[in-house]
């Protein structure tokens, strides 16, 4: 395993997508420390100053600096990202194995839940929720929650009909093992892993999710920086402050590329199929 | 080779002529605005008629009495003249003849009573009640020949002209009215230079040209009006060509249009004034130092000059200086020390965290503010806010849609979900005693929504008494005066955190001439050609 890593992390792209996650993740774990100022603090008489010395990536139309508000918003984008994707798989692990495990009607009703949600288009459904629960912090979680929720589901699902009924299983079924030892020491082991993989590749649609509700105006709410209302709030600076743009568009674009790049590794890192490969 | 040159010559006649012979009268002539069109009835019916974009397909559809020009002056439209009697209660208005309504319905005096009763019944008209009330109660419409008619007032009526001139006087046609009932809000006919021909609720209204029109054969074929939420997408459609006018422009765009060859940019000082309102139903705010010292707290001028580039004006008044009655009353400085000052007799002292605390209770209190109705609604909020944090009260923005944004203000007191909000007043008539009166006269009761737009509840007696007595007066300088001292009251009882009068700015290709654009707010095309 240790050594596999090592590998793949000598192949540029991965090593790359890998790299920039980590970049992401204590730009957002550190932001407090590692802002130059205070992202909400405004200074009329120096707002839209083009990039300098001082601001390094300019100032927005309420002269706060960008820079910090660019690495204060990865903090609320992330976390909102991370703990929802969290909270997808706690609803659905226990849907998934529920009905791969036991089957027959269970399986169907929840199966038909799932489907149900998933024939919306996830932004739509998520703006219906955010609209149900209004525009906040906690309703983005939970849109971004209930949005990768069902396809979850059913990954862990399939996944659990592939596991369960492999020999190993059947050999601890035959020693009397009970459902819930089966389901903890033989199927979630051997399905963890293509759950990881999936859920990394899941959080570049969350961020998507997020950002795109936070540029409709129903994410986090000013003066939070938030990448998605950072957009919003300056689009119309395009033609004469283009950087406002700019730096927040590259940082949702930058995250979703390294996410991709890191997912893609985690894939090959963790599918049998490629178990055999020098 | 000859026939060649022949064919090339036919060929690009063929591909130029509708440009050479039908850019005269065939093309539309479109106007992106930032709210849809939805209702055109003059009396406000079920349907609500949005702001500004309604009142400006009317000034199309129909003809008032008396109208405004770009001045903000009076001038006879479908009334040719009229007198004033010596006390002042009884107006008399000799009507233009040969003038009909889009559906054939003559106009004479008797359409012309039927449209101001209409407007002066609250049973037929709900909307835009302060100015026609003083016409209602003991007063009179009357017919004094088919071309005359006598309007009496119970009390003398001082800015009787400006309520006819308002969107809401446009004349409606009887007959349509009658036989459509609710459905002429979507259905309008009146005597104006465009008429009626369809609706797409949300998206466009198009208006085709009344031939038979009293004032000359209209310049366009059609009037589109469309709806283009935003304004980055109207700069664009400008830019390019595919419509003709737009309104609502962020200034940082301003330079940017000016410069292009083929734009002009037509920006006026406006009627309407901005303030964050104080909900005056909650405790902290009845105390009126504490009102002050928010007014202390706010620094305009670079909110003006970094929001607005200078496209608006820091008020002295809590109406625009170009508003009938106008007079300067007051000014607050920016002072941060005499804010904390202010709020230290009132009891409001610094916790350990920096907000202020009184009775264990930390001052905290939500901002409500539509997003892209009010121009540069949520940035001036945002700033507000680091006003605020800086005498120690923490505030929270609550940003709505649009739409929804009026459904939060007009609302029983105990009702009210903000502690304040941005709003801003547009006397549509042009007079500074109607913008007092909607905003700060007393509202007659407390169990249903606000009158007009005292949403604030706020009231003093004072101020009720006065602004009666200068309703009831003709003189202007005496009204000046009435005003002036409601001006003064309501300045300094502060429900208002006080901030600014905008600049309308409206562009348009230079090929479309005579694009006008009033003080308050409305960008008139009735008279634009190219």
Redesign the interface.
């Known amino acids: 395993m240790r050594r596999r890593l090592r590998r793949l992390l000598r192949v540029p792209a991965m090593a790359g997508g890998a790299a920039l996650v980590a970049v992401y993740l204590t730009a957002g774990l550190l932001a407090p420390w590692l802002v130059p100022y205070d992202p ?3 200074d ?2 120096a ?2 100053q083009p990039p300098s010395r001082a601001h390094w990536l300019g100032t927005d ?3 706060r600096d960008l820079a910090s508000r660019v690495i204060a918003a990865a903090r609320v984008d992330l976390a909102v990202v991370v703990v929802g994707i969290l909270l997808a798989v706690v609803i659905a692990a226990p849907v998934g194995l529920l009905a791969g495990f036991v089957g027959g009607r269970t399986d169907r009703v929840l199966m038909t839940v799932s489907d149900a949600a998933l024939t919306f288009p996830s932004l739509v459904l998520a703006v219906v929720l955010v609209s149900l629960f209004g ?1 906040g912090l906690r309703s983005v979680i939970v849109a971004v929650a209930l949005t990768a929720a069902p396809a979850l589901a059913r990954l862990i699902r399939s996944l659990v009909l592939q596991t369960a009924h492999l020999e190993y299983v059947d050999a601890a079924r035959a020693l009397g093992a009970g459902p819930g030892r089966l389901i903890a020491r033989h199927v979630v082991p051997n399905i963890a892993g293509r759950v990881i993989v999936y859920t990394t590749l899941m959080g570049s649609y969350a961020m998507l999710t997020v950002t795109a509700l936070g540029f409709l ?1 129903l994410g986090v ?3 939070a920086a938030e990448w998605g209302n950072m957009l919003a ?1 300056t ?7 283009p950087w406002l743009l700019a730096a927040p568009g590259a940082a949702i674009i930058g995250f979703i590329f390294g996410l991709n790049l890191l997912g893609d590794a985690l894939r090959d890192l963790f599918d049998p199929k490629l178990l055999w490969r020098p | 080779m000859k026939t060649r040159l022949a064919i090339a010559v036919i060929v690009a006649a063929t591909l130029l002529w509708p440009y050479a012979a039908g850019a005269q009268t065939d093309r539309p002539l479109v106007y992106a605005q930032n709210v849809p069109v939805t209702a055109m009835d003059t009396a406000g019916t079920t349907i609500g008629t949005v702001y500004p974009a309604g009142y400006e397909a009317m000034f199309l559809i129909y003809d008032n009495l008396v109208a405004f020009n770009d001045k903000m002056e009076l001038v006879p439209q479908l009334a040719t003249e009229w007198t004033v009697s010596q006390d002042g209660r009884t107006w008399t208005f000799r009507l233009r003849r040969n003038v009909t309504f889009h559906d054939g319905t003559p106009f004479n005096a008797d359409a012309a009573i039927f449209h101001l009763q209409r407007q002066i019944d609250p049973q037929t008209n709900r909307a835009n009640r302060p100015l026609w009330d003083p016409l209602g109660g003991a007063g009179t419409v009357r017919k004094i020949d088919d071309f005359t008619i006598a309007i009496t007032t119970e009390k003398p009526y001082g800015p009787l002209l400006n309520t006819l001139a308002h969107g809401s006087g446009g004349v409606v046609s009887p007959t349509a009215v009658r036989r459509l009932g609710e459905g002429f809000a979507r259905a309008p006919v009146g005597t104006g230079p465009y008429a009626f021909e369809r609706l797409e609720t949300g998206t466009e209204l198009v208006l085709r040209r009344n031939d038979a029109y009293w004032g000359g054969r209209p310049a366009y074929s059609r009037v589109v009006m469309r709806h283009v939420p935003d304004p980055t997408t109207r700069i664009a459609l400008l830019q390019s060509g595919q419509v003709d006018v737009i309104n609502l422009i962020p200034p940082e765009n301003v330079a940017q249009l000016q410069g292009h060859p083929n734009i002009d940019v037509i920006t006026r000082p406006a009627l309407r004034t901005f303030g964050f309102a104080f909900n005056l139903n909650r405790r902290q705010f009845q105390d009126v130092r504490v009102r002050q010292a928010f007014n202390y707290a706010v620094n305009r001028g670079p909110v003006i000059k970094a929001i607005f580039k200078d496209f608006a004006t820091p008020i002295d008044s809590p109406i625009s200086p170009n508003a009938v009655g106008y007079v300067p009353v007051g000014t607050y400085p920016y002072d941060v020390d005499r804010a904390r000052t202010l709020l230290g007799e009132a009891g409001w002292r610094p916790g350990p965290d920096g907000v202020l605390r009184k009775d264990g209770q930390a001052f905290e209190i939500t901002l409500l503010t539509p997003i892209g109705l009010l121009p540069k609604d949520i940035e001036v909020t945002q700033a507000f806010q680091n006003f605020l944090r800086v005498i120690g009260v923490r505030a929270t923005i609550n940003r709505v849609e649009p739409a929804a944004f009026w459904d939060f203000l007009r609302v029983p007191p105990d009702r009210l979900q903000w502690d304040m909000v941005l709003f801003g007043f547009n006397p549509s008539n042009g007079d500074g005693g109607y913008h007092l009166t909607s905003l700060f006269e007393s509202n007659p009761t407390r169990t249903g929504p606000p009158k007009v737009w005292n949403f604030t509840w706020y009231s003093n007696p004072r101020v009720d008494q006065l602004l009666g007595q200068a309703d009831a007066t003709v003189d202007a300088a005496r009204r000046r005066q009435l005003l002036g001292e409601v001006a003064r009251i309501v300045w300094n009882d502060a429900p208002y955190v006080w901030l600014y009068a905008e600049n309308v700015i409206v562009a348009k290709r230079k090929e479309v001439k005579n694009v006008e654009v009033l003080p308050v707010i409305f960008t008139i095309l009735r008279n634009a050609r190219p």
């Open positions: 909400d603090e405004q009329l008489m707002a839209l139309d309420l002269g525009a105006g709410q000013p003066p709030t689009r119309t600076y395009l033609a004469t402050a």
